[in-house]
């Protein structure tokens, strides 16, 4: 086997030893994270620059839409006061209480040998509760039977319209006095029926349903 000599063994230790020197590697190390921030720093800088730039776009679309966006909100505002009133007026008026249909049935009950002298109606807002008061003079060969005959009448006929219905005699007695029925003169007896109902919200069914359908036809 040969023998080789290395001559230059102390210069290339003294190279590979510069070349491993801490401080120049600590040095490149140093340089290249100054490198890597500097990018970070660039990249950061041109986002910013860039959501600065679409916010002042955004800003400006804003300036131009912002006066059409109030008034669309003013408008919104004025329309749902409108709703609103337009909505309790429909309250109000479809919980409201005709008296001309309890008036005509009442009308349809009164015979020939019955008479209303007084009619009082009063309605308790608090709890819808309506009160009719029928004072008059039923006259026959006994008009205790002629009154009886009138409030079951009146009975039957409210009942259809108003469940719950009370019709009841408050005073019923007979009268000294004479009246003529007809050419002939009969007992009478003076009467007062208190007629009780609870009308709560409920009015005629039919005048809801019509003042609607109107309103449809209207907007068609």
Same mark, same amino acid.
């Given at each position: =086997?040969?023998?080789?000599?290395?001559?230059?063994?102390?210069?290339?230790?003294?190279?590979?030893?510069?070349?491993?020197?801490?401080?120049?590697?600590? =040095?490149?190390?140093?340089?290249?994270?100054?490198?890597?921030?500097?990018?970070?720093?660039?990249?950061?800088?041109?986002?910013?620059?860039?959501?600065?730039?679409?916010?002042?776009?955004?800003?400006?679309?804003?300036?131009?839409?912002?006066?059409?966006?109030?008034?669309?909100? %003013?408008?919104a505002e004025q329309l749902n006061g409108i709703i609103s009133t337009a909505r309790t007026l429909d309250q109000f008026i479809d919980s409201r209480f005709f008296w001309a249909p309890i008036l005509?049935?009442?009308?349809?009950?009164?015979?020939?040998?019955?008479?209303?002298?007084?009619?009082?109606? =009063?309605?308790?807002?608090?709890?819808?509760?309506?009160?009719?008061?029928?004072?008059?003079?039923?006259?026959?060969?006994?008009?205790?039977?002629?009154?009886?005959? +009138?409030?079951?009448?009146?009975?039957?006929?409210?009942? %259809?319209?108003?469940?719950?219905?009370?019709?009841? +005699?408050?005073?019923?007695?007979?009268?000294?006095?004479?009246?003529?029925?007809?050419?002939?003169?009969?007992?009478?007896?003076? +009467?007062?029926?208190?007629?009780?109902?609870?009308?709560?919200?409920?009015?005629?069914?039919?005048?809801?349903?019509?003042?609607?359908? %109107?309103?449809?036809?209207?907007?068609?």
């Amino acid at each position: =086997m040969p023998l080789q000599l290395n001559l230059l063994h102390e210069e290339i230790s003294q190279e590979r030893q510069r070349k491993r020197d801490p401080l120049k590697i600590s =040095m490149y190390v140093a340089a290249g994270l100054a490198g890597l921030l500097a990018l970070n720093y660039l990249w950061s800088a041109y986002r910013t620059l860039t959501i600065k730039a679409h916010l002042s776009a955004v800003e400006r679309d804003w300036a131009k839409v912002e006066p059409q966006v109030s008034a669309a909100q %003013k408008r919104a505002e004025q329309l749902n006061g409108i709703i609103s009133t337009a909505r309790t007026l429909d309250q109000f008026i479809d919980s409201r209480f005709f008296w001309a249909p309890i008036l005509e049935t009442i009308s349809r009950c009164v015979t020939p040998n019955l008479q209303i002298t007084n009619l009082d109606g =009063m309605i308790d807002e608090s709890n819808k509760a309506t009160t009719i008061s029928l004072e008059g003079t039923a006259a026959g060969r006994e008009p205790r039977a002629v009154a009886e005959d +009138f409030r079951q009448l009146l009975l039957e006929q409210l009942g %259809k319209e108003q469940p719950g219905l009370k019709v009841e +005699f408050r005073t019923l007695e007979d009268l000294d006095t004479l009246v003529s029925v007809g050419g002939n003169n009969v007992a009478a007896a003076h +009467f007062i029926i208190s007629v009780n109902l609870n009308t709560g919200a409920k009015t005629p069914a039919s005048r809801p349903a019509e003042r609607k359908s %109107k309103s449809k036809k209207e907007e068609s």
